[in-house]
């Protein structure tokens, strides 16, 4: 098992195979970075509610159809908590996104103890573990090692040595989280007409009322523009008539 270790600092000395080694031991560490907060809101209008499912019109014009919605689910509407069997059409839901984005970095650090069991320099060396195993490091390209106040490289380890190595792995990584919260509103309620407008009542009988009307609620006297010659010739062609007909009648007497 190759773990790839970097052997950044080294303590070598002498031992013999008596000498007991330690185990691989890992610890990790987060540090967090400065977040960032996005928040989206969404507006749409119910369209349809059907069981469970729910069709609403966004405000960009697309339907977007929301099935399988639970009966735990819960929107603030109107300051209170209603669930999908309670919205109607025409009503009006704001759908709010908030996305945290937050970058940290983890650190791992690895700390190991063995026994020099095979060297092959200048690339790797292979320790012998507390519990058995046998494991291969790689060892960096100009690393030297203290063997006994000495510096030395990978070409002066032997077998039995003890050899103490750290290595450190930096990785940056962000961690993305989000809050959804739905809210509505009802719809307006129609307008009530203005209270100065008269209402019409139709009615058939107002043509008889009509015809029932008072005599007396007739004019007494032609209207001003009125004029009596018409009266005085018809007069006077009823004069001319009757005195043609005595005319007629002693012709045909003979007087």
Do not use: Y
Not at 180 to 192: D, H, L, R, S, Y
């Amino acid at each position: 098992m190759n773990m790839g270790f970097v052997l950044a600092t080294a303590v070598i000395c002498f031992a013999f195979a008596d000498v007991s080694c330690a185990q691989v031991q890992t610890q990790k560490t987060t540090t967090a970075g400065h977040p960032t907060r996005e928040v989206t809101v969404e507006h749409g209008q119910v369209v349809l509610v059907e069981g469970n499912d729910l069709v609403i019109k966004m405000d960009d014009g697309s339907i977007r159809h929301i099935s399988n919605v639970p009966d735990s689910a819960r929107i603030d509407v109107d300051d209170r908590q209603v669930g999908i069997h309670d919205l109607k059409p025409g009503m009006h839901l704001h759908h709010t996104i908030t996305t945290v984005t937050t970058p940290q970095v983890v650190t791992t650090v690895q700390n190991v103890t063995g026994k020099v069991w095979h060297v092959s320099p200048p690339n790797s060396v292979i320790l012998h573990l507390e519990d058995g195993t046998n494991q291969s490091f790689k060892i960096p390209k100009g690393q030297k090692f203290n063997i006994n106040g000495q510096m030395v490289d990978a070409f002066g380890l032997k077998k039995g040595m003890i050899v103490t190595a750290t290595k450190i792995v930096e990785e940056p990584e962000t961690v993305i989280s989000q809050q959804k919260k739905i809210t509505g509103t009802m719809p307006a309620p129609p307008p009530a007409p203005p209270a100065d407008v008269p209402i019409l009542v139709a009615t058939t009988e107002a043509p008889a009322a009509a015809a029932e009307a008072p005599a007396d609620a007739m004019p007494a006297k032609l209207p001003k523009t009125g004029s009596e010659l018409p009266l005085i010739g018809l007069l006077g062609l009823l004069c001319l008539c009757a005195a043609l007909g005595v005319k007629l009648l002693h012709v045909k007497l003979g007087v």
